[in-house]
């Protein structure tokens, strides 16, 4: 096995003991996995447990355009954010029926997280679909 595997995050492998404060926030920064952007400054998100369908992970554009049905992922552990200007850099899509995905803002990579406009006060960013640092 090599480094690059080992180090790569994968589905339910997220150590929370050493993301999640006592107080139940995120420590680290919260980064883009593919351009490496900061989405999150440390100390800004709380840990939530809920299970969200996010697509799988693409460019804008075939987030919103694809038909019929859509390949993704149902993932439960999340960063809870309550404002929107909370966020560094992070970009939404367009209505998705009553969602607006998360993407990262400089690269277009997404979804990385979840926004349902029946509810204007969260915004979930999916452990498993950034970095920590």
């Given at each position: 096995?090599d480094?690059?595997?080992?180090?790569?995050?994968?589905?339910?492998?997220?150590?929370?003991?050493?993301?999640?404060?006592?107080v139940?926030?995120?420590?680290?920064?919260?980064?883009?996995?593919?351009?490496?952007?900061k989405?999150l400054?440390?100390?800004?998100?709380?840990?939530?447990?809920?299970?969200?369908?996010?697509?799988?992970?693409?460019?804008?554009?075939?987030?919103?355009?694809?038909?019929?049905?859509?390949?993704?992922?149902?993932?439960?552990?999340?960063?809870?954010?309550?404002?929107?200007?909370?966020?560094?850099?992070?970009?939404?899509?367009?209505?998705?029926?009553?969602?607006?995905?998360?993407?990262?803002?400089?690269?277009?990579?997404?979804?990385?997280?979840?926004?349902?406009?029946?509810?204007?006060?969260?915004?979930?960013?999916?452990?498993?679909?950034v970095?920590?640092?």
């Open positions: 096995m480094n690059q595997e080992q180090n790569s995050p994968s589905e339910g492998c997220v150590d929370r003991s050493t993301l999640v404060s006592g139940g926030k995120n420590i680290k920064s919260v980064l883009c996995r593919r351009c490496g952007s989405v400054c440390p100390g800004m998100a709380v840990f939530a447990e809920k299970e969200l369908f996010l697509p799988s992970m693409r460019k804008k554009t075939t987030i919103t355009q694809s038909e019929g049905s859509v390949d993704g992922d149902t993932l439960t552990t999340h960063w809870l954010v309550d404002d929107m200007y909370t966020f560094e850099n992070v970009g939404f899509t367009k209505d998705v029926g009553r969602i607006k995905y998360l993407i990262c803002a400089d690269c277009e990579i997404g979804p990385i997280g979840w926004h349902s406009l029946d509810d204007k006060k969260s915004f979930y960013v999916a452990l498993e679909r970095n920590h640092a």
